[in-house]
């Protein structure tokens, strides 16, 4: 969480249950405290009703099909004839069409429910869950967990247990992707980033830090690997040294960026091959020096013997 998106709800004075867990939500700026249950379960099964309402339905439907086709042309008229159908259903004594009516108008709303949540449910299952630490971190302000020891649930009754559950738990929004290198600081040196305790083990660290020093972090790798090779490239004059010199520091770039960052294999590939190619261009001009200024000065010899 970030160092000001929240505000301790005890500052504020809200009543605690459900007035000061919705405060507590509702500071953070980043959101990553939207955390709610899925309830996989009673929506794995309300699509099965929803489902089994439409396969009776459906089989309503079939039956009056097959009623229709082995009906006289009248009966088949409703069948061909939408006009003929509201007519006839609202004829006096003519339960045949009203039935077909109503069947029609379930499908319809059903149909209709069923696919909205689907939709729905497909988009909450896109959702990711939280992430650790930010459950973490709520579940300790849920609980009221200080440091003089455990409290107890904010809200009672069976809601008590809601984050109980971290496999039926979905975030309303997640930070993005993060390089390797930010999780790895995040997850292992978070007292760096420190900026506000609190008498939980709650604390706020500063996203702002984070950025900053994965950023200088990102510059120094960058300028050792690429001026650091250029300047050991310059001093070194063998040509088998400097291809293994080549070889090295395309390797340790490669080791890099893949781990550090999280680039794909395919961005890896033209990463290393463009950073190999800049090696290449600065010491071209010099590989098979030595062999061009051995061939300068026999020619040179042989030209004053001749004279």
């Known amino acids: 969480?970030?160092?000001?998106?929240?505000?301790?709800?005890?500052?504020?004075?809200?009543?605690?249950?459900?007035?000061?867990?919705?405060?507590?939500?509702?500071?953070?700026?980043?959101?990553?405290?939207?955390?709610?249950?899925?309830?996989?379960?009673?929506?794995?099964?309300?699509?099965?009703?929803?489902?089994s309402e439409l396969v009776e339905l459906e089989a309503k439907q079939d039956a009056?099909?097959?009623?229709?086709?082995?009906?006289?042309?009248?009966?088949?008229d409703g069948a061909r004839s939408w006009?003929?159908?509201?007519?006839?259903?609202?004829?006096?004594?003519?339960?045949?069409?009203?039935?077909?009516?109503?069947?029609?108008?379930?499908i319809r709303k059903k149909l209709k429910d069923y696919k909205e949540t689907l939709v729905l449910?497909?988009?909450?299952?896109?959702?990711?869950?939280?992430?650790?630490?930010?459950?973490?971190?709520?579940?300790?302000?849920f609980n009221s967990v200080a440091k003089s020891g455990p409290?107890?649930?904010?809200?009672?009754?069976r809601s008590a247990k809601i984050l109980d559950d971290a496999n039926d738990l979905v975030a309303l929004r997640?930070?993005?992707?993060?390089?390797?290198?930010?999780?790895f600081l995040r997850h292992s040196f978070p007292l760096l980033f420190v900026t506000q305790r609190t008498d939980s083990p709650l604390a706020y660290?500063?996203?702002?830090?984070?950025?900053?020093?994965?950023?200088?972090?990102?510059v120094i790798l960058a300028a050792v690997l690429l001026f650091g090779a250029i300047l050991n490239l310059y001093f070194v004059t063998d040509e088998q040294k400097r291809l293994g010199l080549i070889a090295g520091y395309t390797t340790a770039f490669a080791i890099c960026v893949g781990l550090v960052t999280n680039a794909r294999r395919s961005e890896v590939f033209a990463a290393c091959a463009a950073y190999a190619a800049v090696l290449v261009v600065f010491v071209s001009g010099n590989l098979g020096s030595s062999g061009n200024r051995s061939s300068?000065?026999?020619?040179?010899?042989?030209?004053?013997?001749?004279?």
Not at 6 to 26: D, N, Q, T
Not at 64 to 76: A, I, Q, S
Request: net charge neutral.
């Open 1 to 51: 969480m970030a160092k000001d998106s929240e505000k301790h709800v005890g500052e504020i004075g809200y009543v605690r249950g459900y007035p000061s867990l919705a405060a507590f939500i509702a500071s953070d700026c980043d959101k990553s405290t939207a955390i709610y249950r899925r309830f996989d379960r009673l929506a794995a099964r309300d699509l099965l009703y929803m489902q």
């Open 64 to 76: 009056f099909d097959t009623e229709d086709l082995r009906g006289t042309l009248e009966d088949k």
């Open 83 to 106: 006009q003929a159908l509201k007519r006839r259903a609202t004829e006096p004594g003519n339960t045949r069409e009203k039935e077909r009516l109503e069947v029609i108008q379930d």
């Open 121 to 141: 449910e497909s988009a909450l299952l896109t959702l990711k869950k939280p992430q650790s630490r930010t459950l973490e971190a709520v579940r300790n302000f």
């Open 151 to 157: 409290g107890y649930p904010m809200l009672g009754g």
């Open 174 to 183: 997640t930070r993005d992707d993060e390089d390797r290198l930010t999780s």
């Open 205 to 218: 660290f500063s996203e702002r830090r984070l950025r900053i020093l994965v950023a200088f972090l990102n």
């Open 296 to 307: 300068c000065i026999g020619d040179a010899t042989s030209n004053v013997i001749h004279k």
